[in-house]
């Protein structure tokens, strides 16, 4: 089992910056990917980035340029976000993943008042 809690959300004016952070605990063998969704009110999960223990990463069209996602050791990952938007309003997940299991924090509020 793994387990992981985020820290760092907040409420910041749009066009300041945040930054988030996971930390992971318990059997962290084999996960090869850490990934940061985000849920809006109304709207389904998506995924914001990812990043594999290779060093590849994936970036949402809508926060390309603007976030930053690092996996630092085996159980720190952070989500640095800069230029924030009142669209990226959301409870923010940190996830991990091996083959055929996935691991979900319990979200940080991000607000940005529009």
């Known amino acids: 089992q793994v387990q992981l809690v985020e820290s760092g959300g907040g409420l910041v004016e749009a066009g300041g910056s945040l930054r988030l952070s996971c930390t992971a605990s318990g059997n962290m063998f084999n996960i090869n990917v850490m990934g940061w969704y985000r849920q809006a009110p109304g709207k389904e999960r998506e995924l914001v980035a990812r990043?594999?223990?290779?060093?590849?990463t994936n970036y949402a069209d809508s926060v390309k340029g603007r976030f930053t996602i690092s996996w630092a050791n085996v159980k720190n990952t952070a989500l640095q976000m800069n230029s924030l938007r009142p669209e990226d309003t959301a409870v923010y997940y940190c996830?991990?993943?091996?083959?055929?299991?996935?691991?979900w924090g319990q979200g940080t509020q991000v607000t940005i008042p529009s």
């Open positions: 990043v594999s223990r290779g060093g590849s």
């Open positions: 996830a991990a993943f091996r083959a055929g299991d996935a691991y």
